[in-house]
Every structure is written in structure tokens, then in C-alpha cells.
């Protein structure tokens, strides 16, 4: 089967070495094609869509309500972004809308090229967002764009998270079958074993590890669990939050150990630390404060990029709350290490020249770079790794912004070596962290991350004393 790649839709890590899934059923069933299919007796509601090639789910991009956000398929996690409301229109099409959106699917740019992509968009009754649902047996159906009759298709079969929804002709392969469930009825979609899946935990903290080599779970003290579990690919860790609920904690992996959890090549960040001494905090961290369960306080979250980062990882909410307000998946999966700076600009706008040219960038022997310091960490923090220079001095101070409050006049003011949250973030000031190399790729990466010190409005999420959580790296 031959297949022409827009190359313009999709990432390039999608391309490599990227096979077709080519199902085995008969030669005459992907002859019939659409001409003989009957449309299917979808009633109007509100429905979550599998793939049948991945059982995941049709999924709106870190659940944004934006015009031209992205849909994709996702693990399957009881979120809104992943509920739409199916609508008739006429001639049996139908209209899909997001139901934390209020936007409709929608072929990019009324396109009529094979591979052209879905997104979403505010509904204005073009063709390219509205779809015709044809019956295929065995409760599958395709979904079929009005202006092209084409297939929305998972692109080139991949069952991998994130991976763009197209549209295509139709083929009859399993990347091109749905399945709907009926929100309030019938069943829901599974969770796939510590993969993420919606629905309650055990406990209100998972943490699930999905990347191709084993990683040790770390933790604050304040945690009342094993330090240092080692987690191989596809295994998960409950941890018991007390119901009394656990302020500040924070959970980060490391990796390369010896199976104790010890002499790490990047991880060992708090006491006890290897004869070296500590390695940089840099690790992809979560942290929370959980309230007393069932109390009206709330739980707060966030992915920390502050110091640095290490492995993709993402956090998605689960049980009562989950997908409301701010309580949404924050997704860091494409961070990358890559795209560590390796020639930051630390010089306050040129006031600092000697630090126009910093490598942000962390080694292990073999010279593969291992972790990535944030540029306040990479100012303060001891040789080998960082400067060592002390967060009262520029350009330090307006890349690290501390808060020590001047005892005497009770202010806080460069001129007192302290920053508050509004100089921090102070697009204005060129010296400001703000316009570092470091936090405009975090904000790329991960946008619902915190990537410097008072970047509350990215950063910092909420969800109801009841909602759990499950920490996926490398999802």
C-alpha cells in the first residue's frame, strides 16, 4: 500500500522508520468501501471515541480551548478533552464538539489533500466539520469528512500518544475504526494497565513509569513510603497520601542506579548524596500540597522546571474533579533534552557580558547530556556544574528572584537583593529571566509548567481534596 506523507502536518520523529499497520481482514471487505456502507444509528449525545487499532481516545491537545489546537489520540483519562457532543445536521452528518471547548472538529484549512489534519475550531457549518458515521460491523464505524468523504485515520497506524489525527481515504485498516461510548451509559473506556487510564486510584498519588528503562521514585520525607522504588517499564507505584492530607511534597525519578536506588547517573539531588557530593536539582519534579480529603480546601499541583529538567513526563488528574478548571492534565511530554540551551544568554540584556555564553547543559562521562539546568540554577549552583555565585548579585538576582524582605524597612527591592513576583516577571526590565533562552523553550515544551520562580500563571493548577493523580514519565 502506498501512502504520500504531508510532511508539513506532522512531526519529524513520526516519520523514522514508520511502518503502516496493515490489518489481515478480507480483500472483499476493504472492496466494499463507502458506496455499500449504511450510515450507523449514532444518537445524538455525548460520547467518548476509541481507536480500535490503540483503544485510546479522540483527544483535544492539553485540553485548550484555542481555535487550530491540535486532536490527537491520548490514553484514555476520563478528562473532558476527550468528550464530545455529537450533533445531526442533515443527510446523516453530524457535527462533533468538544465539550471543554464548545469547538468542532474540523479538517485544517478546508483542506482536500490526503493527510491533511484535525483540529478544532468554532463551529461555522463548512463541510470540513461535519463528518458522515458509517456503520463498519461489530459496533465499528468510520468517520468520514463531508468535503472529501476521506477517513479520519490515525496517521501511519501509531499507536504512541499525541500522534496526529488526518484524514485519508478509506482503507478499511483498524487506524481508521472508532467505537463510541455513550457518556452517562454503557461502559467506559478502559484504563490500560498503569498507563494513565480514567477513572479512581487506590490512593490519591500513581506514578507510573513508561520509559524504556527502569527509573527509581524519589521523594521528600513527608511521604510515608519506600524511597527508591524501582519501577520497569509499564510499572506503577501507589503511594498513600494520608487522608489528613500532606503539605508540600514533591516526587522526582532517578535514573542509572544500582538496583538500590543508589550511585545514579542523574538524581541523587538530596541527602544522602553520592562521595561526590549532591548532583544538581534539576530532576522533572511534581509537587503538591494535598488538602485533608473531603475538606473544601483545595489540592494544589505543578510540574517543576525551576532548577532544571530530565525525563518527558506528564500529570493527569483522576476520580472527582478531574477536567475542571484548572484541574486538567499538565503535559510535559515533549520535553527534550535536546533542546537544553547550550549557548544561553545570562547577560541581562548584555549589562552582564561575561555571561552571554553559558551552557546550560549537564554530562555524564561518555559526554551525553543527561539533565539541563535552568539558568538561576546553573548561576548558583557549585562547580563542576554551575557558577557558584550567590542570588543577591545580578544577573543572578533577576534570574533566581529571591524574596529575603529587608528587616529594617520591611520592602522588598533589587536594592535589598530581594525580587517580588511582579519585578520577577517583569517583561520590561531585559534583565528579567523572562527573556532567557531556558523559560521560552520550557513554555514550548511544556507550557502548563512552571519554568522560573512566580510563574504562577502557567504553573499552578488546582483540583477538589478528593482528586487523585497519576505521574506518567517518559508517557
Known amino acids: 500500500m502506498s501512502r504520500h506523507l504531508a510532511l508539513g502536518l506532522v512531526p519529524m520523529f513520526l516519520l523514522l522508520g514508520a511502518c503502516k499497520a496493515v490489518d489481515t481482514e478480507s480483500l472483499a471487505e476493504q472492496e466494499q468501501g463507502t458506496e455499500s456502507a449504511v450510515s450507523g444509528a449514532i444518537a445524538d449525545g455525548d460520547y467518548v471515541l476509541h481507536m480500535v487499532n490503540s483503544n485510546h481516545c479522540l483527544d483535544v491537545s492539553g485540553s485548550s480551548k484555542a481555535d487550530g489546537a491540535k486532536v490527537q489520540e491520548w490514553t484514555c483519562n476520563g478528562t473532558s478533552a476527550q468528550t464530545f457532543h455529537v450533533v445531526s445536521t442533515d443527510s446523516g452528518y453530524y457535527k462533533i464538539v468538544n465539550i471543554n471547548s464548545d469547538k468542532a472538529l474540523d479538517i485544517k484549512d478546508v483542506s482536500t489533500a490526503a493527510n491533511a489534519a484535525l483540529q478544532q475550531w468554532g463551529y461555522g457549518g463548512g463541510k470540513n466539520q461535519q463528518f458522515k458515521i458509517v456503520d463498519r460491523g461489530n459496533g465499528q464505524f468510520s468517520l468520514q469528512a463531508r468535503h472529501t468523504d476521506m477517513a479520519l485515520d490515525v496517521f501511519w497506524g501509531n499507536a504512541a500518544d499525541g500522534t496526529p489525527i488526518v484524514q485519508y481515504p478509506w482503507t478499511g485498516t483498524s487506524n481508521q475504526r472508532w467505537t463510541f461510548t455513550k457518556v452517562g451509559g454503557g461502559n467506559p473506556p478502559p484504563p490500560p494497565p498503569g498507563g ?15 520509559c524504556a528503562n527502569p527509573i527509581w521514585v524519589a521523594h521528600s520525607n513527608n511521604v510515608p513510603d519506600a524511597q527508591n522504588v524501582k519501577l520497569a517499564k509499564g510499572q506503577s507505584r501507589d503511594y498513600n497520601i494520608p487522608d489528613g492530607g500532606l503539605p508540600a511534597i514533591r516526587v522526582w525519578p532517578k535514573v542509572g542506579c544500582a538496583d538500590d536506588g543508589t550511585h545514579c547517573t542523574i538524581g541523587e539531588s538530596v541527602s544522602p548524596c553520592p562521595a561526590g557530593g549532591c548532583q544538581p536539582p534539576v530532576d522533572s519534579k511534581f509537587e503538591a ?7 473544601a480546601a483545595a489540592t494544589w499541583y505543578n510540574l517543576s522546571q525551576v532548577d532544571g529538567y ?35 544568554d545570562m547577560s541581562g540584556g548584555g549589562a552582564f557580558p561575561a555571561f552571554a555564553h553559558e551552557d546550560l547543559r549537564i554530562r555524564d562521562g561518555q559526554g551525553h547530556v543527561i539533565g539541563c539546568l535552568s539558568p538561576c540554577k546553573k548561576w548558583n549552583y557549585p562547580s563542576p556544574w554551575g557558577l557558584g555565585q550567590p542570588e543577591s548579585a545580578d544577573p543572578g538576582l533577576h534570574l533566581c528572584c529571591p524574596t529575603p524582605i529587608d528587616p529594617q524597612s520591611g520592602q522588598c527591592t533589587p536594592q535589598s537583593s530581594c525580587m517580588t513576583s511582579e519585578s520577577c516577571r517583569n517583561a520590561s526590565d531585559p534583565k528579567s529571566v523572562v527573556h532567557t533562552e531556558y523559560v521560552s523553550a520550557i513554555h514550548s ?3 502548563t509548567a512552571y519554568s522560573y520562580s512566580y510563574d504562577d500563571a502557567a504553573g499552578l493548577h488546582n483540583c477538589p481534596s478528593t482528586t487523585g493523580f497519576e505521574v506518567v514519565f517518559c508517557p
Not at 500540597?289 to 475538606?295: D, L, N
Not at 530530565?310 to 492534565?329: E, I, M, Y
Open 196 to 210: 494513565g487510564g480514567g477513572g479512581d486510584l487506590p490512593t490519591r498519588l500513581r506514578v507510573t513509569n513508561q
Open 289 to 295: 500540597s494535598f488538602a485533608p480529603k473531603g475538606a
Open 310 to 344: 530530565t525525563l518527558p513526563f506528564k500529570v493527569v488528574p483522576r476520580g472527582a474533579g478531574a477536567g475542571s478548571g484548572s484541574c486538567q492534565t499538565s503535559d510535559c511530554s515533549g520535553l527534550a533534552l535536546d533542546s537544553c540551551p547550550g549557548d544561553e
Open 445 to 447: 515544551m511544556c507550557p
